[in-house]
């Protein structure tokens, strides 16, 4: 497994890390665009920031893979809905890209309750020359035009302008928890705690409802949905997981409403391992399709798991993120961290997994060697080609002299968004309000 990641410190705001200046500088959610040359955090205060990869150059040839800011823009602002006395906060939840299909990129945005399609473009040429409008573009004195001429394209600084194209609202009676942009390149979906909707991009005003699980009387209510996604190949397919450690397999061909399944993917409890948090811990805050679309990858409390679509009975490889948390779950649930919801990642080829956890720690697993690594998100480990070193947690008893105890762990410091580049060995991780991209420069044996 290569440990040799060099990295890159970007704070979204400056200052020192940690000592935020509001809540809002938080990072909510981090997404590479299909070819890895872009890379887009949206934060709590509902700003949208893009990096653009930069290409290598003749006198740097070690710069390739640096990111650096290439627009920032508002994307939610704070609403209030007056029939419910409710404050809609601009937290940017998701930001998934749509394949590019000219010179200009495209994103869709949301928050809990308003989904917003924003077109990206530049812009590095400008028009001189016009007959009827002066410099400053006023209309000319028509009596004053003797001549006519031929206006022309003259270079200007670049400017990349980012506007909004579509806004699709009033979709959603709980907060929206996951979009999905479909491989058919129109569609897309967005999921909240009860209903999932399919959405055309072409069309705002109405979206179709998928899924429904919302039971006629709410106290009967057992499970809620928490994340979604499209099957990365066949468009009619698609993956929802729950609060109760399930995964459904639905097939849009085979009804209007899939609220049958084809597939239930549920791992049986072992009794011997029952407590209060059970339930709580078996929460899926996660579900990821593989590149290849046989796998799933899925996030709970204290694991990851791969399942094979062909097998619904138990996951095929279960990897322990935190088990040194088992004896502190019930302080865990006092402080609220035990419903701290954790993403997880694909790297290009699909043999190596990642998610995040406490103290800016992200968790590495080797599908193929079963090889793991815990490392460190950190401002000393953001030093120009500093390379990072493992880190291991101890429970009690010997200790080794890098060792961190479980008793002195950050629970304030969670990495709880990372995302893989999708051809590449570069990560990014999100680290409250500090973004970290670190990049593998020697070893591709995680490729």
Same mark, same amino acid.
């Given at each position: 497994?290569?440990?040799?990641?060099?990295?890159?410190?970007?704070?979204?705001?400056?200052?020192?890390?940690?000592?935020?200046?509001?809540?809002?500088?938080?990072?909510?959610?981090?997404?590479?665009?299909?070819?890895?040359?872009?890379?887009?955090?949206?934060?709590?205060?509902g700003?949208?920031?893009?990096?653009?990869? @930069?290409?290598?150059?003749?006198?740097?040839?070690?710069?390739?893979? @640096?990111?650096?800011?290439?627009?920032?823009?508002?994307?939610?602002?704070?609403?209030?809905?007056?029939?419910?006395?409710?404050?809609?906060?601009?937290?940017?939840?998701?930001?998934?890209?749509?394949?590019?299909?000219?010179?200009?990129h495209?994103?869709?945005?949301?928050?809990?309750?308003?989904?917003k399609l924003?077109?990206?473009?530049?812009?590095?040429k400008?028009?001189?020359?016009?007959?009827?409008?002066?410099? @400053?573009?006023?209309?000319?004195?028509?009596?004053?035009?003797?001549?006519?001429?031929?206006?022309?394209?003259?270079?200007?600084?670049?400017?990349?302008?980012?506007?909004?194209?579509?806004?699709f609202a009033?979709g959603?009676?709980?907060?929206?928890? %996951?979009?999905?942009?479909?491989?058919?390149?129109?569609?897309?979906?967005?999921?909240?705690d009860?209903?999932?909707?399919?959405?055309?991009?072409?069309?705002?005003?109405?979206?179709?409802?998928i899924?429904?699980?919302?039971?006629?009387?709410m106290?009967d209510?057992?499970e809620?949905?928490?994340?979604?996604?499209?099957?990365?190949h066949?468009?009619?397919?698609?993956?929802?997981?729950?609060?109760k450690?399930?995964?459904?397999?639905?097939?849009?061909?085979?009804?209007?409403?899939?609220?049958?399944?084809?597939?239930?993917?549920?791992?049986?409890?072992?009794? %011997?391992?029952?407590?209060?948090?059970?339930?709580?811990?078996?929460?899926?805050?996660?579900?990821?399709?593989?590149?290849?679309?046989?796998?799933?990858?899925?996030?709970?409390?204290?694991t990851?798991?791969?399942?094979?679509l062909?097998?619904?009975?138990?996951?095929?490889?279960?990897?322990q993120?935190?088990?040194?948390?088992?004896?502190?779950?019930?302080?865990?649930?006092?402080?609220?961290?035990?419903?701290?919801?954790?993403?997880?990642?694909?790297?290009?080829s699909?043999?190596?997994?990642?998610?995040?956890?406490?103290?800016?720690?992200?968790?590495?697993?080797?599908?193929?060697?079963?090889?793991?690594?815990?490392?460190?998100?950190?401002?000393?480990?953001?030093?120009?080609?500093?390379?990072?070193?493992?880190?291991?947690?101890?429970?009690?008893?010997?200790?080794?002299?890098?060792?961190?105890?479980?008793?002195?762990?950050?629970?304030?410091?969670?990495?709880?968004?990372?995302?893989?580049?999708?051809?590449?060995?570069?990560?990014a991780i999100?680290?409250?309000?500090?973004?970290y991209?670190?990049?593998?420069?020697?070893?591709?044996?995680?490729?």
């Amino acid at each position: 497994m290569g440990l040799s990641f060099f990295s890159k410190h970007l704070p979204i705001q400056e200052g020192q890390p940690w000592a935020l200046k509001t809540p809002a500088d938080i990072i909510s959610t981090v997404e590479f665009n299909h070819t890895g040359e872009l890379l887009a955090t949206g934060d709590k205060g509902g700003r949208v920031v893009i990096f653009q990869r @930069e290409p290598e150059s003749k006198n740097a040839p070690h710069s390739q893979g @640096e990111y650096d800011v290439y627009s920032t823009f508002q994307s939610h602002e704070p609403e209030f809905d007056y029939l419910k006395s409710l404050e809609i906060e601009e937290k940017i939840n998701k930001i998934k890209w749509l394949p590019q299909q000219n010179a200009a990129h495209s994103l869709l945005s949301t928050n809990d309750k308003t989904i917003k399609l924003w077109k990206i473009t530049e812009r590095d040429k400008r028009p001189e020359g016009y007959n009827l409008k002066d410099e @400053e573009g006023k209309l000319k004195d028509l009596s004053t035009v003797t001549s006519l001429q031929v206006p022309v394209l003259k270079p200007m600084d670049l400017m990349v302008e980012v506007s909004p194209r579509r806004i699709f609202a009033n979709g959603h009676t709980y907060h929206i928890n %996951s979009i999905s942009v479909n491989s058919d390149c129109e569609t897309y979906m967005s999921a909240d705690d009860l209903r999932i909707n399919l959405w055309h991009l072409a069309i705002t005003d109405r979206s179709f409802n998928i899924v429904d699980i919302k039971p006629a009387n709410m106290e009967d209510l057992t499970e809620v949905i928490t994340a979604s996604e499209f099957h990365p190949h066949h468009c009619n397919l698609f993956v929802y997981s729950s609060s109760k450690g399930s995964l459904r397999l639905c097939d849009m061909r085979a009804a209007a409403l899939c609220d049958k399944h084809s597939k239930l993917f549920e791992e049986p409890e072992d009794p %011997s391992n029952r407590s209060f948090f059970s339930e709580i811990i078996s929460s899926v805050s996660d579900v990821k399709f593989s590149h290849s679309g046989r796998y799933m990858l899925t996030r709970d409390y204290l694991t990851v798991k791969v399942w094979d679509l062909n097998m619904e009975a138990r996951p095929i490889e279960t990897y322990q993120v935190h088990d040194y948390l088992r004896s502190k779950l019930c302080s865990l649930y006092e402080n609220d961290c035990i419903f701290d919801k954790f993403e997880c990642a694909w790297n290009g080829s699909d043999s190596v997994i990642m998610t995040g956890a406490y103290n800016n720690f992200f968790r590495m697993f080797d599908r193929n060697t079963k090889r793991d690594v815990t490392l460190e998100a950190s401002r000393e480990s953001s030093k120009p080609r500093a390379v990072l070193k493992p880190r291991r947690v101890c429970v009690g008893g010997k200790r080794r002299r890098d060792d961190i105890s479980v008793d002195s762990l950050d629970f304030t410091k969670k990495i709880l968004h990372t995302a893989w580049h999708p051809a590449e060995n570069i990560i990014a991780i999100a680290a409250t309000n500090n973004l970290y991209i670190f990049q593998d420069k020697v070893n591709s044996d995680m490729h």
